[in-house]
């Protein structure tokens, strides 16, 4: 037993979510039993709560093994080992799909009522279970939350088998599990308390997360605006009037094109060089691994800068977030503009991308050319540069987590495109997020030794 019933492990749960406090997130519980987690989660987060409708097919004569699973908007998931190993035939399977689809109409009725479903265009969707057995209503409710258009698709769970990431594939954009325990027979063997949720309970849930917003306790704008103030407070130093040998941390607009975008910017006393960073999609500049890794350049002598690639109004369009080439545009004028600051004047430039901002790093890389002295990729989409590639002359590190497979493969396949100095870092036993203990150090560690090796003084910056 690690869980004393399902409200314990959603705040356990919203701990570790906690850096998605600030973001424009929907939290969706699985009915029945991952509706009084999701409801801690959201609660924690100050986001809205909602429920994913998902049906587990099970096998006729083990009800409780999952064969597959079916969701709104007429998603369906089958597991064809399962349905192998139990042979199973199509008759069976359409039978009991016939009658789990009837069930689903019949709870979307009872939960929400005339209710629309939570917007998600555009935003992070927090999908929360009380376990993960199988993983076939998972990637089910993965399915449904990204076709209703969500920009980033966060799956959460308590315990869940060892092998959960693999059985889930890339359907969800991060992965976070409070406990893989071995061995792994039932989700119930880990809670003290697992008593069955009905109908009503998840109603209340929904009612009361309700209520609390129309009350403005969990407003979600105001979370949104009180995490920037909380991060501008805290990451603000004095600044000694408009002084050009200025050092420390500042926030700042950032000129991109026609647009402003808010950014950090920090350059320690006698900096050799400054890292901008190309966040992932779904991330923004109070990204906690970016800053995390941000923090130790700082330490090594490294300015860095973190900003929004994308104003607030932008990224309500899903379309703009996925646009490499204009992120990648994005990060070149914010080069420029750097390159014009007093406290950045003859500072090498170094890009560092996470997830797909690893392309926008590498395209952006050509745009700016020589004036581009190294780039580094964390668990990163290089093979999204795709034309680029051959293109790019800075030396690039690509870091990737030695469990991460596929993106690793994506990886080698993009690192024999490039014709510039490089190299491929693999971190054992990480995941796509570094989560595991540390992970994200030896990330800071390589980042840190590759920019402290390529940059240097710059000349062509010199005099602008």
């Known amino acids: 037993m690690l869980l004393m019933d399902r409200l314990d492990a959603g705040r356990q749960l919203a701990a570790r979510l906690a850096h998605l406090r600030g973001e424009e997130a929907v939290v969706l519980g699985l009915p029945r039993g991952g509706v009084p987690v999701a409801a801690e989660v959201a609660k924690a987060l100050g986001a809205p709560l909602d429920v994913c409708l998902v049906r587990k097919l099970g096998v006729p004569y083990q009800p409780e093994l999952g064969m597959g699973a079916i969701g709104e908007d007429g998603v369906r998931v089958i597991n064809d080992d399962v349905v192998r190993s139990a042979h199973a035939t199509a008759d069976d399977i359409s039978r009991v799909e016939a009658r789990e689809r009837q069930e689903l109409e019949r709870r979307a009725r009872r939960y929400r009522g005339d209710r629309e479903p939570a917007a ?3 935003r992070t969707a927090v999908v929360v279970d009380d376990g993960l057995a ?21 799956l959460a769970v308590p315990v869940a088998p060892a092998d959960w990431t693999a059985r889930l594939g890339g359907e969800a954009d991060e992965l976070v599990c409070l406990h893989t325990p071995m061995p792994f027979y039932a989700i119930s063997q880990f809670y003290a308390d697992f008593a069955q949720v009905d109908d009503g309970e998840v109603v209340a849930c929904l009612e009361r ?6 009350s403005g306790r969990a407003g979600r704008p105001a979370a949104r605006r009180a995490e920037d103030a909380r991060a501008t407070a805290g990451d603000r130093r004095a600044a000694p009037g408009d002084r050009g040998d200025w050092t420390g941390d500042q926030e700042v607009e950032v000129r991109a094109g026609a647009v402003l975008l808010r950014g950090r910017l920090t350059v320690p006393d006698a900096a050799t060089g400054v890292v901008v960073f190309a966040h992932g999609s779904g991330s923004s500049r109070h990204s906690p691994r970016n800053r995390s890794v941000a923090a130790g350049l700082n330490r090594a002598g490294l300015g860095t800068l973190l900003f929004d690639l994308l104003t607030e109004e932008e990224e309500t369009d899903r379309a703009n977030v996925f646009d490499t080439g204009l992120l990648a545009h994005r990060l070149a004028d914010a080069t420029g503009w750097l390159s014009g600051r007093p406290e950045t ?15 926008a790093a590498l395209g952006a890389a050509v745009e700016r050319g020589e004036e581009i002295a190294a780039v580094v990729s964390r668990g990163g989409r290089p093979d999204l540069a795709g034309p680029w590639l051959p293109s790019v002359t800075a030396p690039t590190l690509l870091i990737v987590g030695g469990s991460d497979s596929l993106v ?34 030896a990330v800071t560690d390589l980042a840190r030794d590759w920019f402290t090796d390529h940059l240097t003084p710059a000349p062509q910056m010199a005099g602008r």
Do not use: W
């Open 209 to 214: 997360a309700a209520a609390a917003r129309r």
């Open 134 to 154: 199988t993983g076939s209503t998972a990637r089910a409710a993965c399915r449904i939350v990204r076709a209703r258009g969500a920009a980033r698709i966060v």
């Open 345 to 359: 004047e003859g500072l090498a430039v170094g890009y560092f991308g996470a997830s797909t901002g690893a392309a």
């Open 120 to 122: 998600l265009e555009g």
């Open 408 to 441: 690793l493969d994506l990886n080698r396949q993009a690192q024999a495109r490039l014709h510039c100095e490089n190299r491929l870092a693999v971190v054992p036993g990480a995941t796509h997020l570094f989560e595991e203990p540390g992970a994200l150090e």
